[in-house]
């Protein structure tokens, strides 16, 4: 899968502002990162039981 042009230019984009962090500013900034890809991952799950009707008790 390819990235679309502007995901492009927010890559770059954010790959500039990575390399002005300092080491404790980039590690806390992959915690946070991850914080919430795991919170994202949560949200499709539910909205994923929702929509297929999982998550209704019978």
Same mark, same amino acid.
């Given at each position: 899968?390819?990235?679309?042009?502007?995901?492009?230019?927010?890559?770059? /984009?954010?790959?500039?502002?990575?390399?002005?962090?300092?080491?404790?500013?980039?590690?806390?900034?992959?915690?946070?990162?991850?914080?919430?890809?795991?919170?994202?991952?949560?949200?499709?799950?539910?909205?994923?039981?929702?929509?297929?009707?999982?998550?209704?008790? /019978?």
């Amino acid at each position: 899968m390819e990235l679309s042009l502007e995901q492009e230019f927010n890559l770059r /984009s954010f790959e500039t502002q990575v390399k002005q962090m300092s080491r404790e500013q980039a590690q806390e900034f992959l915690v946070k990162l991850y914080e919430q890809m795991l919170t994202r991952e949560n949200m499709y799950k539910e909205f994923i039981k929702h929509e297929w009707g999982i998550d209704q008790q /019978s």
